[in-house]
Nanobody, 119 residues
C-alpha cells in the first residue's frame, strides 16, 4: 500500500507561484491531477520513476514543471504564472503502468491540496 500526502497548496495572486510536494515511496510513475468545483478531474503532469520522461497537459505546459527527488521520496510540481483558472484541488497519484494522462492508470491517490488563485 502506497500512501501519498500532498502539501504546499494555498492562496496566491494571479501571476504568482506555488510549489506542491508529494511524499511517496516506491518505483512508480507519478502524476498530478486537478479538479475544480463541478468539473472532472483533469491531468496536469506526470513523470517517470527516473525523472527522464515528463508529460504535461497543454494548459500548463511552459508554466508548470514536474520533478522528483527519489532520495527524498518526493515529487514536486512547480507552478509559475498562475491564473485564476488554475484554481482547483490538486491530487498526487502513483501508477505502475498505463496511459499516464488518464486517471484510471493510477493505483494510489493522495487526499488533495487546495490551490486558489485570485485575480
Amino acid at each position: 500500500q502506497v500512501q501519498l500526502v500532498e502539501s504546499g497548496g494555498g492562496l496566491v495572486q494571479a501571476g504568482g507561484s506555488l510549489r506542491l510536494s508529494c511524499a511517496a515511496s516506491g518505483r512508480y510513475y507519478m502524476g498530478w491531477f486537478r479538479q475544480a468545483p463541478g468539473k472532472e478531474r483533469d491531468f496536469v503532469a506526470a513523470i517517470s520513476w527516473s525523472g527522464s520522461n515528463t508529460y504535461y497537459s497543454t494548459s500548463v505546459k511552459c508554466r508548470f514543471t514536474i520533478s522528483r527527488d527519489n532520495a527524498k521520496n518526493t515529487v514536486y510540481l512547480q507552478m509559475n504564472s498562475l491564473k485564476p483558472e488554475d484554481t482547483a484541488v490538486y491530487y498526487c497519484a502513483a501508477a505502475l503502468k498505463g496511459d499516464l494522462r488518464t486517471a484510471v492508470a493510477y493505483d494510489y491517490w493522495g487526499p488533495g491540496t487546495q490551490v486558489t488563485v485570485s485575480s
